[in-house]
Nanobody, 122 residues
Framework: QVQLVESGGGSVQAGGSLRLSCVAS????????MGWFRQAPGKEREFVSY???????DWADSVKGRFTISRDIAKNTLYLQMNSLKPEDTAMYYC????????????????WGQGTQVTVSS
């Protein structure tokens, strides 16, 4: 049974940093795409960043230069280093893995974690 478990969320002041982790279990082979999404209250879930098994990465324009994504394939763990946090980064952050067609930007991932809350105060 596939399971994704996020951790590392919390409350910080603007300008601060947090590091999110997502541990994937139940996979025989590490998924090609793993990504981070976020959803703020009253808003739709949005793409944040993804990392492929082969090392390709991308980010949403809103987080470029501030967030860094990485994967430890051996540990089946996905990370999101978030620096220079802004109040508008406040949201529930979700880890996702395995998407049909390997469309890593898509929100049609097969597996999702339960989320970890990030709150940034001004």
């Amino acid at each position: 049974q596939v399971q994704l478990v996020e951790s590392g969320g919390g409350s910080v002041q603007a300008g601060g940093s947090l590091r999110l982790s997502c541990v994937a279990s139940g996979y025989i082979y590490s998924p090609y795409c793993m990504g981070w999404f976020r959803q703020a209250p009253g808003k739709e879930r949005e793409f944040v960043s993804y990392a492929t098994r082969t090392g390709n990465t991308d980010w949403a324009d809103s987080v470029k230069g501030r967030f860094t994504i990485s994967r430890d394939i051996a540990k089946n763990t996905l990370y999101l280093q978030m620096n220079s946090l802004k109040p508008e980064d406040t949201a529930m952050y979700y880890c996702a893995a395995e998407v049909p067609g390997n469309w890593c930007h898509s929100n049609l991932y097969n597996n999702w974690g339960q989320g970890t809350q990030v709150t940034v105060s001004s």
